[in-house]
């Protein structure tokens, strides 16, 4: 019961929209030459589909749904390598740029059903993991020949397998130092999670777990779909964001924690919430949870938080535009809010493009992609129009 009705809260959260980072290299903050001179590769939802195509670049004035590959709506898109990825949480499809369109190569590697095969972590051209969080399970995959190679059951991980509770909801995870870097969600029922933040550690050259490590001042260890953390800095320091059932629960404490390079413990030393801040130029002051992430380098990442008080009474989750991008200094800890309007919980994509972000929004002047230039703060409102609220956004590199 627990799963089913878990899939139908992950589903309702997958609808919103959900980014994933288009990388970070700050040694060189120009744009890297793409292949076939398509420098996005982006999604929209339009109806009951996503809709996955490229374009060239912020200049290209409005995108519409031609060429596109068209999947069952909250199909979640990954880079790596060039390639492009995708899967609708049951099936994972490879593809190549060519000529201005994706081409699928291999086959399709089939997922059972409920698998909720949300998050890829690529180590190499050959091996990856992908978090199974329907069944408690990560998969080992081959991305040049989409083939499973292997599986690593999670079931001892889960908090409440004495009363029958084999999963551990596994999520988003990263690879430092040969460790794979596994968030936990850990879900008491479908919309209450265990309290603490859980990352099950795992060897990459045996991947056999290593163990378990929890911290009780943040819940629920990264987000139910892809949402641009956890990340490792320049530092070698993995930088995990707890959400806390996205404001939901009473008493539940959100934050970013961080386990230091050459550490396979949380640092006790550090710890960030955002609930607890005051911040000019929002409805309320006050931002309750961090949403879609990227970071970009130097310990910023920008990211949307969600203002309660621009939520209406009751709120409407279609209309409300209550997300705001912010600047978040997880070295400082500050928070500057970004000079954009605020936009819809189903269109906040974002990525990071040389010393600019970019932001998938739907705002009053209209739904598209915004351009931020760190460097001096400007903003070039409604760059790009789309058709369809943007979803997700990579830079093909």
């Known amino acids: 019961m627990k799963k089913k009705k878990f899939y139908l809260f992950a589903t309702m959260m997958l609808l919103s929209s959900f980014c994933i980072s288009c990388g970070n290299d700050e040694d060189d903050p120009s744009p890297a030459p793409v292949a076939d001179g398509y420098e996005f590769v982006h999604s929209v939802n339009v109806g009951e589909n996503t809709y996955i195509s490229l374009f060239k670049d912020m200049n290209v004035g409005e995108v519409g749904t031609d060429n596109s590959q068209i999947h069952a709506e909250g199909a979640f898109t990954y880079v790596y390598n060039g390639k492009v990825f995708v899967t609708d949480t049951e099936h994972l499809y490879k593809y190549a740029v060519s000529n201005g369109k994706l081409v699928q190569e291999s086959s399709t590697l089939l997922f059972p059903t409920g698998a909720q095969a949300a998050f890829l972590t690529f180590m190499s051209d050959t091996k990856a993991y992908v978090s199974c969080l329907g069944l408690g399970k990560i998969w080992i995959i081959n991305p040049s020949t989409m083939t499973k190679t292997g599986e690593i059951d999670l079931a001892d991980y889960a908090i409440g397998k004495e009363e029958g509770d084999n999963n551990p909801e596994p999520g988003a995870s990263v690879i430092r130092d040969g460790v794979l870097y596994v968030a936990l969600t850990q879900l008491k029922s479908a919309y209450y999670p265990n309290q603490g933040a859980h990352v099950l550690l795992i060897d990459t050259k045996t991947d056999t777990p290593i163990k378990m490590i929890t911290d009780s001042r943040a819940t629920m260890v990264s987000c139910t779909t892809p949402s641009g953390d956890p990340f490792v800095d320049e530092k070698g320091d ?160």
């Open 238 to 397: 993995i930088y995990f964001y707890s959400v806390a059932m996205f404001g939901y629960v009473p008493g539940l404490t959100e934050g970013f924690l961080r386990i230091k390079k050459g550490e396979q413990e949380f640092d006790k030393t550090y710890y960030f919430p955002i609930a607890d801040k005051e911040l000019a130029g929002v409805k309320g002051n006050k931002a309750n949870y961090i949403y879609n992430k990227v970071y970009a380098g130097k310990g910023k990442v920008y990211a949307y938080l969600n203002i309660p008080g621009a939520m209406g009474n009751p709120p409407d989750y279609v209309n409300d535009k209550s997300m705001q991008a912010f600047e978040i200094d997880v070295y400082n800890k500050t928070l500057k809010k970004l000079d954009v309007e605020s936009t819809t919980g189903w269109a906040t994509s974002i990525c990071k493009y040389g010393d600019d972000i970019v932001l998938g929004m739907a705002t009053s002047l209209g739904t598209g992609y915004y351009v931020y230039h760190t460097k001096d703060g400007s903003v070039d409102n409604m760059k790009v129009k789309t058709v369809g609220a943007p979803y997700m956004i990579s830079y093909l590199k």
